[in-house]
């Protein structure tokens, strides 16, 4: 008798597990139902809140955009002060070291009039120098201005003399006094000559 008695109890007690069971799978249908049904017609207040979306969106974009932009300016304009302070260093450096090598050529000059075996050991020394020097002026991109025979032209030469001769055509430069450098389009000294007519 009481274990007719406790299977009872306990069919009794599935039985209210059963129901419990069912009815919270309907009340999760209902709310799903009701959730559906909200979702199926957005509201005033969620419209509101996707158009403040998309603003949001859109203006965090337009700064995000202006951001980079002003980077990308910013490195192009301190990579051009860069090179430009580099250049500025370089003819700086050459310019202390012209009248250097201005030196140089009158010492070869004088040497190669001389007549002694050590003064011509002398001057190929100094030959071996001056070119070692003008090399290295020319990794650092400076050039010697060749104009001899050339037009004369006030942006690269400086005129200190003018001769009549009409063996020569008008205003051209017969001699080259002091060497004139150049580097890209920048002149670091100007050549100093002699020009004809």
């Given at each position: 008798m009481t274990k007719k008695k406790e299977l009872e109890s306990e069919s009794n007690e599935q039985a209210i597990d059963k129901s419990e069971v069912q009815e919270s799978v309907s009340l999760s249908k209902e709310s799903e139902d009701s959730k559906d049904d909200q979702s199926a017609e957005p509201t005033q207040a969620e419209e509101t809140e996707d158009v403040d979306l998309e603003t949001q969106y859109e203006e965090l974009n337009d700064r995000f955009l202006r951001l980079v932009a002003e980077y990308d300016n910013f490195r192009k304009r301190t990579q051009k002060e860069k090179n430009s302070l580099y250049n500025d260093?370089?003819?700086?450096?050459?310019?202390?070291?012209?009248?250097?090598?201005?030196?140089?050529?009158?010492?070869?000059?004088?040497?190669?009039?001389?007549s002694s075996e050590e003064s011509k050991q002398m001057a190929e020394g100094m030959e071996m120098v001056r070119r070692q020097a003008q090399e290295t002026m020319a990794g650092l991109g400076v050039e010697e201005m060749d104009c001899l025979g050339d037009r004369f032209?006030?942006?690269?030469?400086?005129?200190?003399?003018?001769?009549?001769?009409?063996?020569?055509?008008?205003?051209?430069?017969?001699?080259i006094l002091q060497k004139g450098y150049i580097k890209g389009d920048r002149v670091i000294r100007h050549c100093v000559v002699r020009v004809a007519n």
């Amino acid at each position: 008798m009481t274990k007719k008695k406790e299977l009872e109890s306990e069919s009794n007690e599935q039985a209210i597990d059963k129901s419990e069971v069912q009815e919270s799978v309907s009340l999760s249908k209902e709310s799903e139902d009701s959730k559906d049904d909200q979702s199926a017609e957005p509201t005033q207040a969620e419209e509101t809140e996707d158009v403040d979306l998309e603003t949001q969106y859109e203006e965090l974009n337009d700064r995000f955009l202006r951001l980079v932009a002003e980077y990308d300016n910013f490195r192009k304009r301190t990579q051009k002060e860069k090179n430009s302070l580099y250049n500025d260093s370089v003819l700086d450096v050459c310019k202390a070291w012209l009248p250097v090598l201005d030196n140089l050529d009158r010492a070869i000059d004088a040497a190669d009039k001389l007549s002694s075996e050590e003064s011509k050991q002398m001057a190929e020394g100094m030959e071996m120098v001056r070119r070692q020097a003008q090399e290295t002026m020319a990794g650092l991109g400076v050039e010697e201005m060749d104009c001899l025979g050339d037009r004369f032209d006030p942006q690269y030469q400086e005129a200190v003399a003018h001769i009549e001769d009409d063996s020569y055509g008008e205003s051209e430069i017969i001699e080259i006094l002091q060497k004139g450098y150049i580097k890209g389009d920048r002149v670091i000294r100007h050549c100093v000559v002699r020009v004809a007519n």
